[in-house]
């Protein structure tokens, strides 16, 4: 039996349950003792429907643990590893993987989608009915199974905390800048939303060499923490129009690279305007399904030659990515400390979703 915290339905607090059976690892899978997990904004727009997501289900896919139990067929792992979850499995082999483009695996696809793992099926149940997993994993839980390719092995001296946050947060945001966006040296950057997420964007940038970096956010704790990662100025997004500040401040030409990272489709139209003329919006954001990029063809992107990127998982290739992401911790480029704000059990998830919206938290990291 195994503790977990399940959206039932639409809007619904998580149920804190201590019935979970989770069976043993398929073929291709490994048991995870998860020792940490952030709480994301995904999290919490699965449970608001901005996400679509199968019910009963295990939230949680920002997380890190230990292998317990390896499946049939598993190489390169031992039991008692360390590892990050990449909440992508990259296969290795498909078409994208092969390419350079692992975090659009084309095998993850369906674990994405229904809520399962790589064959679309479960291996937790509860109360006797099957819990979906999120994301091809389900980190808010004290075990879980994943496909061996969801897994990213770490020094085991390194805080499983740390590493937890490198699962989403990080890999995203600082891949967002430094994969997605590839800023050039000198680059003037606005980044819309300092959240766990856009901080990461934040220092991304700021590794990258970018020359200034413009904070917006709404909230001043936000805006002073953006500081504290790399921030050269900062736009309370509250007080005034966002986009004319951007602009004044950039004399008129907008941002080289400007980044969405909240998901909603009034900052995503924000950071396209604040784009300058042959930049970059690049929309990082998770929003509602119906939510449309309504730009003037010719004089919004034509004549400006402007580009318009999403970003999935900042472009991450994880076996490359979290490695590089641990050294420059390791060497002071990467704050990670900084990002947890509070540390908590998972019985506080809630607490932790109603923190995440108030804006007084970067990350609550439970701690299993
Ligand atoms: N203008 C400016 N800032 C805003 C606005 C707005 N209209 N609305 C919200 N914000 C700020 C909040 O104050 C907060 O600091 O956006 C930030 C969002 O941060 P989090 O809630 O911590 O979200 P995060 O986990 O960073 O995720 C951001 O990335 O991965 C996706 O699904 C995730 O869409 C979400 C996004
Ligand atoms: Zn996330
Ligand atoms: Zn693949």
């Given amino acids: 039996m195994s503790k977990a915290a399940v959206l039932t339905g639409l809007m619904q ?18 048991k995870i003792r998860m020792a940490a997990s952030g709480v994301c904004h995904s999290d919490l727009s699965m449970q608001n429907g901005t996400m679509m997501a199968a019910t009963p289900i295990v939230l949680g896919h920002e997380g890190a643990g230990v292998i317990e139990e390896i499946g049939p067929g598993v190489t390169g792992f031992e039991v008692g590893d360390h590892i ?17 483009q692992g975090y659009l695996c084309e095998n993850s696809n369906a674990a994405l989608a229904t809520g399962g793992l790589l064959d679309g099926t479960t291996r937790m149940t509860s109360n006797g009915a099957p819990l979906f997993q999120m994301a091809a994993s389900g980190t808010f839980g004290e075990t ?14 390194f805080d499983l905390k740390l590493g937890a946050l490198i699962g989403c947060g990080v890999l995203t945001g600082a891949g967002a800048a430094l994969n997605t966006a590839r800023i050039a040296k000198g680059d003037t950057v606005a980044v819309v939303g300092c959240g766990g997420v856009g901080l990461n964007v934040i220092q991304g940038a700021r590794i990258a060499g970018a020359g200034e970096i413009i904070a917006v956010d709404m909230a001043e704790t936000k805006l002073q923490m953006a500081k504290e990662f790399g921030a050269t100025a900062t736009v309370n997004a509250g007080q ?35 784009t300058r003329r042959g930049g970059q919006a690049i929309l990082v954001g998770v929003p509602k399904m119906d939510a449309m990029v309504n730009i003037p063809a010719f004089f919004g992107l034509v004549l400006q030659e402007k580009t318009i990127k999403g970003c999935w998982y ?3 290739n994880v076996q490359r990515d979290v490695p590089r992401l641990i050294e420059l911790y390791k060497s ?32 609550s990291v439970i701690v299993y």
């Fill in 240 to 274: 005034g129009d966002p986009v004319s500040q951007v602009m004044t401040m950039t004399g008129e030409r907008g941002a080289d690279v400007a980044f969405e990272v909240i998901g909603l489709q009034q900052t995503i139209d924000q950071v396209i305007t604040m």
């Fill in 314 to 316: 900042g472009s991450s």
């Fill in 332 to 363: 002071g480029q990467l704050k990670l400390d900084e990002l947890v704000s509070r540390t908590i059990k998972l019985d506080q998830v809630n607490e932790a979703f109603d923190a995440m919206q108030t804006g007084e938290v970067a990350r």
């Fill in 84 to 100: 990050v979850i990449s909440w992508v499995p990259q296969c290795g082999t498909c078409f994208f993987c092969t390419r350079g």
């Fill in 144 to 157: 879980t199974i994943i496909p061996a390719s969801g897994a990213v092995k770490i020094p085991k001296d």
């Fill in 13 to 30: 607090p998580l149920e804190i349950r201590d019935d979970v059976e989770v069976e043993a690892p398929h073929a291709n899978e490994l």
